[in-house]
């Protein structure tokens, strides 16, 4: 179905979701108010520094309100709920696509033709997906330490419809493929055929980024309460687990790649947004282990990619 020039698509609007979101977090993180209220979480957001080092109590109304709205959070633990959400709602589209159910041809019917995700990307890569979205959630259930920090409730429902888009921006590109394919039992087991370059060159950074990541929540989780890890990881990151956060999507977008290129925009937006969170983050846990553990103990490490950030 051809649409109204005028009218953005479905991966279009998933793109301006994606960019919104990401403008929203710089720009919080640009206003000191809004940064100190709303954007630390997790052990960032505990006192690393001397009590008298908090800002004097708010006396204007508006600074009263920016409290009263900062007020408003949910435990650190609800991290675990994003990776539920994702999940569900993968499973959710693997069946309306499989069915060619009805939600799935109302988006269908929003996106433009030729799109260019051939059928073997849309299964691939939602199995790639929901394979990180299980580890997650496994490591916040299982492996990470449960602790009393809490999170602004935005943040949290951000993290919600991030993994609800996403879960759909990974197939919105293979729309003409999956209704032109007829799914059975037979014909499904037969979606992973042999590997193109694109697909080996996409497949092996998300193994390796998964596995690195992995093992890097896996000892922070076993440090001491706030320790300074000292992993080779971490000789010259602040924060490795994001960059290969980073990584795993840069993979999604290469493997869901449209014949003739060599990048999935939507997907792309969907990292965008993640480099622009996670650089706010990794910036705001270099600033707690400064106040903690003193300047020099980050002084020779990138936050989050060596040589660039």
Same mark, same amino acid.
Request: proline residues 6%; without cysteine; charged residues 10%.
């Given at each position: 179905m051809n649409l109204p020039?005028?009218? *953005?698509?479905?991966?279009? &609007?998933?793109?301006?979701?994606? +960019?919104?979101?990401?403008?929203s977090v710089i720009l919080i993180n640009a206003i000191p108010p809004f940064q100190r209220r709303f954007i630390p979480y997790g052990k960032v957001a505990t006192p690393a520094g001397d009590a008298s080092s908090s800002p004097p109590p708010s006396t204007?109304?508006?600074s009263k309100l920016l409290d009263l709205l900062a007020t408003f959070t949910v435990p650190h633990s609800y991290f675990e709920h994003f990776y539920i959400a994702g999940i569900l709602s993968s499973l959710f589209w693997a069946w309306q696509i499989?069915?060619?159910? *009805?939600?799935?041809?109302? &988006?269908?019917?929003r996106c433009p +033709?030729?799109?260019?995700?051939?059928?073997h990307q849309v299964a691939l890569v939602w199995l790639c997906f929901l394979a990180q979205l299980i580890r997650r959630f496994y490591e916040c259930r299982f492996i990470q330490k449960k602790g009393t920090s809490r999170m602004w409730i935005t943040h949290y429902l951000l993290g919600i419809a991030f993994y609800v888009l996403m879960s759909?921006?990974?197939?919105?590109?293979?729309?003409?493929a999956i209704s032109s394919y007829t799914f059975t039992p037979l014909s499904v087991a037969a979606l992973l055929r042999d590997p193109s370059l694109k697909t080996c060159i996409g497949f092996i950074p998300f193994v390796l980024a998964s596995g690195l990541q992995h093992d890097a929540h896996a000892y922070l989780a076993s440090l001491k309460k706030y320790s300074l890890p000292e992993h080779p990881m971490f000789y010259k990151l602040v924060c490795p687990h994001y960059l290969a956060e980073v990584i795993i999507y840069a993979s999604?977008?290469?493997l869901a790649a449209p014949k003739g290129v060599w990048l999935n925009l939507t997907i792309w937006s969907g990292m965008v947004f993640v480099v622009c969170n996670l650089?706010?983050?990794?910036?705001?846990?270099?600033?707690?282990y400064?106040?903690?553990f003193g300047r020099d103990a980050v002084a020779r490490k990138w936050n989050m990619v060596v040589g660039i950030y």
């Open positions: 020039d005028n009218l *953005p698509d479905a991966p279009q &609007l998933l793109q301006l979701a994606f +960019t919104f979101a990401a403008a204007n109304p508006i499989f069915t060619h159910g *009805p939600v799935y041809q109302f &988006l269908a019917a +033709t030729g799109n260019g995700m051939s059928i759909t921006a990974i197939w919105i590109e293979g729309t003409d999604l977008m290469v650089g706010v983050s990794s910036s705001h846990t270099r600033a707690w400064e106040k903690k």
